[in-house]
């Protein structure tokens, strides 16, 4: 089994509050990543969360201390609670209302077909999360620093790549979720 890792440790200052905790079709935004993940087939569940109340997540919470940090930290919370036998750990973000459960399935299936190369989604000019990385490379992923993901790491080690144009959109701001919910 792949587990799954939230990454929704962020503050959310432009959003005036975690992004996690933002509600969209009566659930929260964390509780909505941590179902995909679920029905997609990861386990276990991890949600890198900040310092404030999650709520109630069908995940394994993982406190990022670090938080303030940005992204590298969270990753870094989230690949040192993974299992030791983990093959491999997928990794999305709270804010990118575009994944559904089809998109992470396609992105396990296409990790599956070279277990030893990561699978990312791409969007705009980049690559980016949801992401699976093997194990190979999570020494890598530990040693992130800053307010960055894992994309340097993608493109050096030539990940398989997963067209997904809707991931350009994400939530920043209360006009984005507004946006979103018309």
Known sequence: ???GVVLAAGSGRRMGGPKALLELDGETLLQRAARLLGEAGCSPIFAVVGDWDPGEVDAFLVLNAEAAEGMASSIRAGVRA????????????VDQPAVDEPLLRRL????AADPDRPAACA???TLGIPAVV???LFPDLLNLRGDRGAKAILVREQ???LP????????????DLERLRR
């Open 134 to 136: 093997p194990r190979r």
């Open 1 to 3: 089994m792949i587990p």
């Open 108 to 111: 396990l299936a296409l990790a």
């Open 159 to 161: 990940a398989a790549v």
């Open 164 to 175: 997904f144009p809707e991931g350009l959109a994400d939530l920043d701001t209360p006009a």
């Open 82 to 93: 993974l299992p030791q036998t983990a093959p491999a750990a997928l990794f999305m973000a």
């Open 123 to 125: 969007y705009g000019e």
